[in-house]
């Protein structure tokens, strides 16, 4: 049987349910500080569609529960990390990907791709990164006040990795429409019946899938100097990604690495916007504030909500025991707000000191392979955004996507 705590369970809801994450955000603070209170982990009940049992999960919301599962891989399994209950057949070819894996496909698929988007090609990047921000900005004065999202914060990723990848700017609108679709199948704006959801991910993702499986075939026959040739070719001890690993690598980069980004560029607006003494101290000096104001910004935006772990067997952590099977999420928004690592953790501080947040998943394996390239995009946007226009603000509230995975914004307008 697995734990629960003394508190009935009962009293706690799904905290997976995108419902819980639309709830005024005042009650989300009190409810993750209450169970942060408690004595050892709470097991939240689910009744799923579909599943003729009442079952659950260990809600880890302290930062040093989520550090020790995140530090024991042998103990905890990642696979199917990024879902409720696991994958479907049907998705398992674009979502097996190695943030679904252990090791050994894990390490494997991490050191054949780490080549490729290790801290090695970060000047190569930021080049790339300076460039198109100095061009969106220039579209964005050309344009005026307006849209935040689609032209600023969406385009910085989805440029930045499609100029890296040889992927042509007509296509961005394409990569932007299906990772919508992806990330928010349950928010009526992206899909508007509820019942297609399911569907209409499956299709994104195979489109997506098909999208890249032909520019792996364009490469193989003509290899260009692009990231996409890079992954396809034959490596120098002869390991090299196939299509299928090419296609589930792909998706999560358009996932994890263009939606993370633009989502902590959305909450960045709305967080300067929200406390100009932070604006007005990181304009006097850029260069000197950008690396905590980043740290904070991810810290307090926390893009990722979550990640699903497994136990592979019996096993203690932390004084709490855990049975083999057990599920367990690790709420990374909870672990960044927490009182014991972050003082005063609700206070928006550029100048915070240490700031281990675990937006990038804390430590481990399964540490954000690309966090640098997301630190390096957001400095470079706001360097050249608040240079250019420094009375930049966002008007009126943001609107949150309606999900529980991402923290995501999907509607925001600026002024300037």
Known sequence: MPITDSKPAATFPDLVDPS???RPHAER???????????????????MP?????????????YADIVEVSRRPQDFSSNGATTIIGLPPELDEYYGSMINMDNPEHSRLRRIVSRSFGRNMIPEFEAVATRTARRIIDELIARGPGDFIRPVAAEMPIAVLSDMMGIPAEDHDFLFDRSNTIVGPLDPDYVPDRADSERAVIDASRELGDYIAGLRAERLAAPGNDLITKLVQVQADGEQLTRQEL???FILLVIAGM?????????????LTEHPEQKQLLLSDFDTHAPNAVEEILRVSTPINWMRR???RDCDMNGHRFRRGDRIFLFYWSGNRDES?????YRFDITRGTNAHVTFGAV??????GAHLARMEITVLYRELLAALPQIHAVGQPRRLDSSFIEGIKHLHCAF
């Open 20 to 22: 819980f994450w639309a």
């Open 364 to 369: 481990g394996p399964h540490v954000c392979l």
């Open 310 to 312: 497994v136990a592979t």
């Open 259 to 271: 939606e993370t980004t633009r989502n902590a560029i959305s909450h960045a607006l709305v967080l």
């Open 50 to 62: 579909g599943v003729p049992w009442t079952f659950g999960y260990h809600a880890l919301v302290k």
């Open 247 to 249: 296609v589930s690598f």
């Open 29 to 47: 603070v009190a409810l993750f500080e209450e169970m942060r209170g408690l004595p050892r982990p709470a097991f939240i009940r689910q009744n």
């Open 341 to 345: 690592v972050f003082p005063d953790p």
